[in-house]
């Protein structure tokens, strides 16, 4: 859980139903991604232009990684094998790639205007964004890092979840 007043991860312990730890990530945090073998989560500060890093086992802050000025990172989505974490950035246009293992920025798509909620498929090959104020989805190719398709969908879209229907 994240706290947007003061800028924290909030984790709770839900057996004893108390707050186990508060971990500082940046002002004003929006989501949170974890790796899909947990041992971190990905916490952006729109208000910071942060990807706050934390460790699961420690609950502890390992870094902040700085996304670039004019950044306002939003929605967060782990690739399914934990390589990137991908991160909107609203007003920002982009959709950010971060490496896991170098904790860096790798690369960028222009994803359209204000892409707030991300998701991924499950096989990690096509990224959804959902594009507020545009009223689209985005659908990018992750090889190639291009929009290769923008759907609309109605109304102000903030989230985004893919469901595989196999």
Do not use: C, H
Not at 86 to 103: A, E, K, P, Q, W
Not at 139 to 150: C, E, F, L, N
Request: charged share 20%.
């Amino acid at each position: 859980v994240t706290s947007e007043e003061d800028g924290t991860a909030v984790v709770f312990d839900l057996p004893q139903r108390k707050v186990a730890k508060v971990v500082p990530v940046g002002p004003r945090p929006r989501s949170v991604a974890f790796l899909p073998d947990g041992s971190r989560a990905y916490v952006p500060s729109e208000n910071g232009a942060t990807l706050a890093v934390v460790d699961t086992a420690k609950l502890s802050l390992v870094t902040k990684i700085d996304l670039g000025k004019g950044m306002r990172p939003m929605g967060t989505v782990a690739s399914p094998d934990g390589k990137f974490v991908y991160v909107s950035t609203g007003r920002s246009r982009m959709l950010l790639i971060v490496d896991t293992s170098s904790n860096t920025v790798a690369g960028s798509v222009d994803a359209g205007e204000r892409p707030w909620g991300v998701a991924i498929s499950t096989d990690g090959r096509t990224l959804f964004t959902a594009n507020g104020p545009a009223d689209t989805v985005s659908v990018i190719d992750v090889a190639t890092r291009t929009v290769v398709k923008t759907v609309p969908v109605g109304r102000g879209p903030w989230g985004a979840i893919f469901v595989d229907r196999q």
